[in-house]
């Protein structure tokens, strides 16, 4: 079935979907600069990484959206560096064992702290939720912080929880 593009158009949209685009000035480097990964682990994707992993143990954990380091643009340097990495998207994955997966991240890792990097769509806000009840369950009072990024790549927000 066909949907006219006019009704497509008229449909609210939930603003992680809403098409938009704009415009960036052109910065060209006078001299090429080579970036260096800040990954030190594998695999990265919640769904996949094991509580047991040895880059868990006592480390800072950044709880990353998937759309984050396509967004902002220093994502290596301001949130990988030195930290061990789970990134999950609550709108599009199966998110039905992330608390229970990220508590025994946090038990059985010790981990020592805790940074969630979302976008400012509302969707993100599950990964927050996540991460609270992940908390809850694991019965450990770490240091917990969320940093909001917007769609255009810009910190919004910084916040200890």
């Known amino acids: 079935m066909r ?3 006019q009704a497509l158009e008229q449909r609210p949209q939930c603003p992680s979907s809403r098409l938009m685009q704009w ?36 480390a800072d954990l950044a709880l990353v959206a998937d759309c984050i380091p396509f967004s ?8 990988l560096q030195g930290n061990a990495i789970a990134i ?17 991240i946090i038990k059985v890792g010790e981990i020592r702290s805790m940074k969630v990097v979302i976008m400012e769509v509302p969707c993100c806000s599950g990964l ?8 809850k369950k694991a019965e450990k009072s770490i240091t917990f912080e969320v940093v909001v990024v917007g769609i255009k790549g810009e910190l919004l927000k910084t916040a200890a929880m």
Request: contains cysteine; aromatic residues 10%; proline residues 10%.
């Open 72 to 79: 902002y643009a220093n994502f290596h340097n301001d949130f």
């Open 23 to 58: 415009d960036r000035p052109r910065h060209v480097a006078q001299v090429p600069v080579q970036v260096e990964s800040q990954l030190r682990q594998w695999p990265i994707q919640l769904h996949l990484v094991s509580p047991i992993a040895p880059y868990f143990k006592n």
């Open 3 to 5: 949907v006219p593009s």
């Open 128 to 135: 927050v939720h996540i991460a609270r009840e992940a908390l």
């Open 88 to 104: 999950a998207c609550p709108k599009l994955d199966d998110i039905s064992g992330y608390v229970e997966k990220l508590s025994q």
